[in-house]
């Protein structure tokens, strides 16, 4: 975690967090889905490393969002 | 056989394979008519139907009655369909393009001011008004402005309507085509849906656009998908039994990961699709501020009946959506996020704001609103019958059809939430509605009602079932749908007003009127100021007008027609009222300046001024 991200609750509102979580996500979520179509199968203990990333990423970018519109708003 | 008795067989055969493209053609020339007799200045309360003469009806019900011969005709002739369908639109859609003079609706004309700032600045005006911040359709918009090589919107405003209609067409026939109704049900819920939709959200706006992409995002995730068949249906443990269990099984694991849908189309271009329906949901998301949620709960209702394979596609939406809320759209919400949130769970207010509000007027406006409350309503008691009476093989359509109200819980979004919610249901609702008349008679779930038995004059009696419904919808349509053009369609005199006033105006100056209902914001959008003195939900007295016009020292006031007539149908003033506005401003030094028979411009005196 860098030191901006430290420095209080309220850097985490940047629209640079909300931006790199978003596209992170939406990445991951254009992974599976391209696996799922293309039917590759992974091995389970990946799918579940996925399913878990999506999901903690998701979780994150709520917050943030949450947060920026609690600070700024 | 004779001759002469062949002859007659050949000319009966011939008259009976194109009575119906025949009668719709002969209704077309009748509408013609009836556009060509009408006089845009002779416009009464009613509002457009007071100016349609007997051959706009006649010409109509031909359609319809042309409409239902080729419905029911064996085989299914589907060029023909699509001829009279879009016959049926011109007539629904058209009419007011081509009678009236300039496009109507204020909007349309503030849509195009918006997409002229575009063109000149190249970026959105932020912290003028919320639409700004959803830019997207403006921004094509500005591009379509450019590529046609035109100076301004103005020239795509008054054929849009009809335009985008029948763009609407084409997803709508796809959504027919995969929905699980059968083939004659879907081109009667495609005329349904066209006869109903009095809602006026097709004039020239993001919202028109964004609907367009919420129907193709839906037919895409139609066609491409089909609902898997249940391990086991009505076996050993009884229908019902078997249907609770299939029911609770739209919130199990495999279902909301895709797996009880399938599809028979290749993975290359399962792929492109869906990359494609991603690029819909960011044109959405950066558009409007509703339609992308209308779209992100159109496909969970797809998700949990099995009509959609990747539910990733529903979170992609969802992201975008709130992304562009959080980051792109921060200056609507900065300082006023109560304006979004503020409304989340008050269905009650809600509905009060959306429907009680409105009902208010003079008479023959409140007849307006009345009659729309009951065409919907009409078309949602036919789509529960329909529900009642089709075998299916899911409950996408019923799913559809409901999804869209659970916005209201989030939003009332300025007291139109419902009117919003009722058009995204409205393609769904139209199929059901549809199976009303023409119901499946095969699927794995079966009917809740028992099936009627065809009696010898069966096909007469669907005939004239399809008639009466399909022409009652249109002709009521036809009159709620240009109910309010006596005040928000405009004369070339009044756009003239118009034009002259921001001539006559500096930036950061004043045009004054009574009310908005006029073609204002056209151009210099944020630099020169339009006030409205009875702009607000609540309206002054008569007397008041003249004053608090005074008062915002505009420095050009127009008056016109369309006012007057918002006057009489909504604020309850009396006949004539504008001329004793006029007259009071006249007393207060103001001077005409310049007039047409629908509107006049009035300049204070040079101390004012």
Redesign the interface.
Known sequence: MSGILLAGVGALASYQIVLVTLVACIVLLCVRTWLGVMGIVLFRRVTVLLNISVIVLLTSFLLVVILRFKTLA | MKPWDLALRDVRRLSRDWLGSGLAAVGMVLWLCAIYRANFLQMGPLGLVSILGWTYFVGLGLVVVGFSFELLHTPLRQKRLIFLIIALVLILYATASAVEPVASLPDSWIHAGFVQYFVQHGRPLNSFDARFSWPGGFSLGAVLVAFTGQVNAFGFLRWFPVAIELAYLAPLLVIAKFSGVNRRAGWLGVALYYSTNWIYQDYFSPQALDYLFFLVAIAVVLAIWRPKRPARLGATRGYWLERIRQSREVLSIARLE?HDATTTWG?AA??WL?GLL?LICLALAMSHQLTPYALILSLGACLATRRLG?P??I??AG??A??WL??GA?NF?????SVIFGSVGQISSTIGSNVTSRVSGSVSHLMIVKVRMLITAGLFFFAGIGVLRRHADSRTLEALSVVPFALLVAQNYGGEGLLRVVLYSLPFASLLAASAILPDTSGTIRAFAPRLRNGRRVRTLLRLAVVIVVLGFAVVSTIVRGGNDSYEAFSTGELAAVNYAYAHVRPGQIIGVVTPFLPVEIRDVGSVIIYASSGGSTFPTLKQEGSMLIKAKPAVIVLSQSQEAWGELIAGYPKGWEAVVEVDLVQHGYRVVASWPTATVLEPPPSVG
């Not at chain 2, 919400?333 to 996020?337: A, Y």
């Open positions: 895709g993975s399962t792929l869906l991603g990747r990733e596609l979170v992609v992201l975008l709130v992304g959080s980051l921060s919400w900065l300082g006023h996020l």
